[in-house]
Each structure stands twice: as C-alpha cells, then as structure tokens.
C-alpha cells in the first residue's frame, strides 16, 4: 500500500458526518477538506480523502448486490476508483470500517465478494478489461459446451463447484442440499 497515512486518517474520518444531520456520507466529503488541510495535507491528499469518505460503501454495496461476474458491475466501480493505489485504500479501508462495525458486518462470505470485486476491478483497471473480457468469453463458451450436451455436469477444485443442469424446479435447492455432504 502505498499510502497507509491517508488509510489511517480515513478510518478516523470516514464517518464524521453521522454527527450532523442529513446524509453522513455527503456531510463528511464537506468536512473532510477543511479537516485535512488544518492537519497539513496536501490538496491532492485531502482529494483522496474527501473520496475515500464518498466511496466508503461503494464495495460492501456492490458486492453484495450486484453480480461480480457482469463486465458492467466491474466497469462501473472502476469508473469510480479509477485507480488500484485508491482501491487499495478503500479495500482496506472498507475491510477495516466493517470490522470495526461487528462480526454480522463483516464475515467469511463478504470478505470474499469484497476480495473478488476488488480483484475484478484491479484487473479491469491494469488492463482495461481486455484480460477479464477474454475470461469471461472462455467460461461463457465452456459452459455454453456443457449446456449443449443436456447432462449434469459438477466440477470441483479447492473451494469452488461447478454445477451444470438443465433447468428443472428444485435444482438449486437440491445442489445446495448436497453441498454439505461433501465437506
């Protein structure tokens, strides 16, 4: 991480505004400026700080919202980021804010979908969606294959399933009911 200060004060700060009435996140990006220029940040510092306080749900929000695989979900937090430095930030940043907040806010399962959105968008940044569009294109194609064939198909590897059927009423219930079986 390239700058764990401004990691550090955003963790302070990121909820200042809940003191104040209206919107915390719109209260804090307002005091965030004023509140880092009199610690003696740079303007471009207090820049990322009043974003990291704007962003500071952006992906809590989004992973766990929206589908991480969809080009679009990933494109739009890389529009807001714009960079891996501040993503990075806000990663830890947002790990860190749900940490704090309690063991329901923070667990296994949405560390995980923060950790594959953030991977996603780094991806996507570093190379301007050319690397993920052609993964996506290939599992797209290999499961399109296994579709074609009209038979169930379940691969595992480590920690991930892949469940291939027809569609069918109760075939989701059913897989998710076999699942802890096979721990």
Known sequence: MQRPDLLLVAALLHDVGKGYPGDHTEVGMRLI???ASRCGFPTEDAEVLSRLVEHH?????IATRRDLEDLQTIRTVAEKVRTVDFLELLAALTEADSIATGPTAWG??????VKTLAEGTADFISTDGSTRRK?????TDQL???MAEEETVIQGS???VTIVAPDRAGIF????GALPCAV
């Open 144 to 146: 399109e294959a296994l």
């Open 173 to 176: 219930s059913r897989a998710a």
């Open 33 to 35: 400026g004023p509140i």
């Open 158 to 160: 480590g920690d991930t």
């Open 57 to 61: 749900l952006l992906l809590p929000d």
């Open 135 to 139: 993964r996506r294109s290939f599992i």
């Open 108 to 113: 296994d399962w949405k560390a995980y979908l």
